[in-house]
C-alpha cells in the first residue's frame, strides 16, 4: 500500500519552532500537489499549507491557510523526495497530529482549495504529533 511518512514531530515550547517532514520511497512526490493538514484532538481535520505539483511544467506554488500565514513556510527538497512544513512562534492551541497527504491522481486544480478537498489526496502517512507545551 502506497503511504506517506511524516516526522519532526515531537514536544515543543510555546514560541518554540519546528520542521515536519513528508515522503516516501514509492513514488516521486515532486510531480504532485502535496498537502499538510492536520487535526487537533475533538476537532475536525483542516488544512494547513499546500504546495503545487510540478508535473505539469507550471512554476510552483504555495499557498498557507490565513490562520497559519506569516509563520508556517513549505517547501520541497527533490533530491531527498521530501516536502518541509516549518514554522516557529508555535501555539499551544497548535497542538494536533499532523498529516501529509499527495494528490497523485492530479484531480486537485488549485492549490487553494486544498484544505475544502481532502478527497483529492489519495495518499496520505500515519501523522506526526506536534504537542506545544511548557
Known amino acids: 500500500q502506497v503511504q506517506l511518512v511524516e516526522s519532526g514531530g515531537g514536544l515543543v515550547q510555546p514560541g518554540g519552532s519546528l520542521r515536519l517532514s513528508c515522503t516516501t520511497s514509492?513514488?516521486?512526490?515532486?510531480?504532485?500537489?502535496i498537502g499538510w493538514f492536520r487535526q487537533a484532538p475533538g476537532k475536525e481535520r483542516e488544512g494547513v499549507s499546500c504546495v503545487s505539483g510540478g508535473a505539469s511544467g507550471s512554476d510552483l506554488r504555495t499557498y498557507y491557510e490565513d490562520f497559519v500565514k506569516g509563520r508556517f513556510t513549505i517547501s520541497r527538497k527533490n533530491a531527498k523526495n521530501t516536502v518541509y512544513l516549518e514554522w516557529n512562534r508555535l501555539r499551544p492551541e497548535e497542538t494536533a497530529g499532523y498529516y501529509c497527504?499527495?494528490?497523485?491522481?492530479?484531480?486537485?486544480?488549485?492549490?487553494?482549495?486544498?484544505?475544502?478537498?481532502?478527497?483529492?489526496?489519495?495518499?496520505w502517512g500515519q501523522g506526526t504529533q506536534v504537542t506545544v507545551s511548557s
Open positions: 497527504a499527495s494528490d497523485s491522481r492530479g484531480l486537485l486544480s488549485d492549490c487553494s482549495r486544498f484544505g475544502s478537498w481532502p478527497d483529492d489526496f489519495d495518499y
Open positions: 514509492q513514488f516521486n512526490l515532486d510531480y504532485y500537489a
